[in-house]
Nanobody, 124 residues
Framework: QVHLVESGGGSVQAGGSLRLSCAAS????????MGWFRQAPGKKREGVAA???????SYADSVNGRFTVSIDNAKNTLFLQMNSLQPEDTAMYFC??????????????????WGQGTQVTVSS
């Protein structure tokens, strides 16, 4: 059984940084995609950043250049380094994972495994 557990959320001022972590267990696919999504109150869930096991990454335009997704395969942990945070980045952030070769890395329908989320709040 796959479990994804996010951590690292919190409250920061605009311009600050946070690093989110997603610890995965039971996820043993040799080919896979993992990503970060976020959902603000009253808005649809949106893809933020994702990667494949071959190192391919994809970023939403709104975070490109500010956020970096990475993975520590030895620790089965996905990271999201978020710099230059802005109030519009405020949302619940979710980790997602899928085995195989999902084509659309930033589309939530491509993923079957989800964490419970971690809240990020950025104040101006």
């Amino acid at each position: 059984q796959v479990h994804l557990v996010e951590s690292g959320g919190g409250s920061v001022q605009a311009g600050g940084s946070l690093r989110l972590s997603c610890a995965a267990s039971g996820f043993t696919y040799s080919t896979y995609a993992m990503g970060w999504f976020r959902q603000a109150p009253g808005k649809k869930r949106e893809g933020v950043a994702a990667l494949r096991e071959d190192g391919t990454t994809s970023y939403a335009d709104s975070v490109n250049g500010r956020f970096t997704v990475s993975i520590d395969n030895a620790k089965n942990t996905l990271f999201l380094q978020m710099n230059s945070l802005q109030p519009e980045d405020t949302a619940m952030y979710f980790c997602a994972a899928e085995g195989g070769l999902p084509l659309r890395l930033l589309v939530s329908d491509e993923y079957n495994y989800w964490g419970q989320g971690t809240q990020v709040t950025v104040s101006s």
